[in-house]
């Protein structure tokens, strides 16, 4: 009893500093928010959508904004990309039947936005039929209840460092061109299959972009790499002056929100051993993302059975501490 009152006062830790950091980048999006606005990561507005309906079951008003600011500003929303990271998140969990993120709420948010804003270009089939009932009602009487009530605002500026990813889609439209600069920008080079992976668009659709970009000479190709020219003047440029970190957010997003899945789905939930097993299964994911912040995550092999609870849980709540900080 005692095991599962701490471990149950733990995830209501780790979900409140991940919940922050939702907050965070809303309020730099013009949500009215008790956080103050991101001003260093650069946002992943479909990445943060999806986690946001992901977590808003944990954080009704989180869910509620999001809703309103996609029926004000909908326009911003890359569609196919939004589709594409969805599809990662409604994958069956690895262990368990249960979606991350049932293909019903993608449902029942495109309803909503087409009777409050009458279109919505958000289409989802639900094709899985998880056992996730009680937290479809859950979903369903969210959006139920849905009211505008003015938190979410019109975008009228998009002159922050954090805001890059909507100031290009302004500049060079709503493809993949914004996100491949973003990505160039802060990766020294790349290959075209690679940097699709890395940013959700179909390698194609990539390729093709790059190589009239190397026409122009925006980028030059060194083998099959792709290198932005003058890349520290553009950063320079686009950030106003400020600093700026790029970071994949689909990754961090559906390692983290698969954490506070497990956090509450029994029997993870009640047993440490479980749980301890659970992050040795995402210790690749999760040291890949540490490594971009300079943060060491404990190799599972140096701990036997529940040991490697704490010592993996030590490096993620470092990492959800950096990524809520102030930089700027």
Not at 49 to 75: P, Y
Not at 123 to 145: G, P, T
Not at 273 to 290: G, K, M, P, T, V
Request: proline share 2%; glycine share 4%.
């Amino acid at each position: 009893m005692v095991m599962k009152k701490w471990l149950k006062r733990f995830s209501n830790e780790f979900d409140g500093k991940l919940l922050d950091i939702h907050w965070k980048q809303w309020s730099a999006l013009g949500v009215a928010s008790h956080k103050s606005p991101e001003s260093y990561w650069i946002i992943d507005l479909e990445a943060l959508i999806v986690s946001t309906l992901t977590m808003g079951i944990k954080d009704k008003r989180l869910m509620s904004v999001c809703i309103e600011w996609l029926i004000k500003n909908g326009e911003w929303l890359n569609i196919s990309r939004f589709k594409r990271i969805t599809n990662v998140f409604t994958k069956q969990l690895f262990r368990t039947k249960e979606t991350l993120l049932s293909p019903k709420v993608i449902v029942l948010l495109s309803d909503t936005m087409r009777k409050l804003s009458g279109s919505s270009a958000i289409k989802k089939k639900s094709k899985h039929h998880d056992s996730y009932a009680q937290v479809h009602s859950e979903y369903e009487r969210l959006f139920k209840e849905f009211k505008i009530r003015d938190t979410a605002q019109k975008l009228d500026t998009l002159q922050s460092p954090a805001l890059l990813q909507l100031l290009l889609r302004g500049y060079y439209g709503m493809d993949a061109r914004p996100d491949i600069f973003i990505y160039l920008l802060f990766n020294k080079q790349d290959n075209s299959l690679s940097i699709a992976r890395n940013i959700y668009y179909s390698q194609k659709n990539v390729y093709n972009i790059l190589e009239k970009w190397c026409k122009t000479g925006l980028v030059t190709k060194a083998h099959k790499n792709y290198i932005l020219r003058k890349s520290i003047g553009w950063r320079d440029f686009w950030s106003y002056g400020k600093k700026q970190g790029y970071l994949n957010w689909v990754k961090i997003f559906h390692l983290l929100d698969r954490l506070s899945r497990a956090f509450s789905t029994p029997p993870w939930c009640e047993d440490m051993y479980l749980l301890s097993s659970f992050f040795r299964d995402l210790f690749d994911e999760a040291d890949e993302i540490a490594n971009t912040l300079n943060i060491q995550i404990s190799d599972p092999r140096s701990y036997k059975g529940a040991m490697y609870y704490d010592a993996f849980m030590s490096g993620i709540i470092e990492v959800l501490e950096q990524l809520g900080s102030n930089l700027s």
